[in-house]
């Protein structure tokens, strides 16, 4: 068959099938639009097909409207019936709503209020492939809430200044160290505990310009302990000040 001729019979069928059937209108526009693409000349169509191809050029949309629920090959089913909201119904059992990254790719979900137009509007949930899930957003609660099942990651303190991705974290030493707190006012509410578990010289020290209050006499100094079992938790309150959460365990000296 030549470029842009057409068995006249058998495009009528497709024609007259397209006129009973509604996604036939779809699939109408894709080829005639991809012949026109391709270079096929138009001129050779039926009449009717050559106005329907008019017709699509003009209105043709690749956008579905749902108008009723949506049901899987599993029974269940995806609803818009009520405005501004989207329902997931399982059949059966539990719903499992699942974003999938691709081969040795993370996994992002994004959440973006007021349109997302605005800087701050979004929150992004990922599952990292190391299998850790992260948030680049805080979690409130509403006063009645409660946060458990939670672990606080134990490290091994190295000679190294602590990041705010550590927050929360447990260090304890495996021998001689001093670890660095980062500047208080780098991160605001971060909490840090220290647990001695080698009897050897376990050093917290502050950045220079910051001060661990009511422990330590001036600015830069940092808290030393050497006794298994020894424990020290600190949290930034200012942007230059940390204190104890609670009353440390054993005896932390002050050291310039």
Known sequence: MGAGHFNYEKHRIFYDKYKKEKIMKHLLGVLLLTLSLTGFARTPFIPEIEDRFVELENDFSPTPTLTGAMTGQ????????????????????????QVSGFE???????????????AGDCATFTMSTAGAFSTDK?????????LVGFLSPLVLATATTLTAAQCGSTFYNGGAVEVELPEASTVPGCTYTFVVLNAANFAIDPDAADIIVLLTNAAGDSLIADAVGETLMVRAVSASQWVTVS???????DSN
């Open 138 to 146: 805080g979690i409130a609660g509403d006063g009645g809430d409660n």
């Open 74 to 97: 599993s029974a269940d089913t995806l609803s818009n019936a009520t405005d501004d909201t989207w329902e997931f119904l399982s059949n059966d059992e539990v719903m499992t709503l």
């Open 247 to 253: 009353t440390p365990y054993g005896t932390w000296t």
């Open 104 to 118: 040795a790719k993370n996994a992002v979900f994004k959440l973006c209020a007021d349109q997302g137009d605005d």
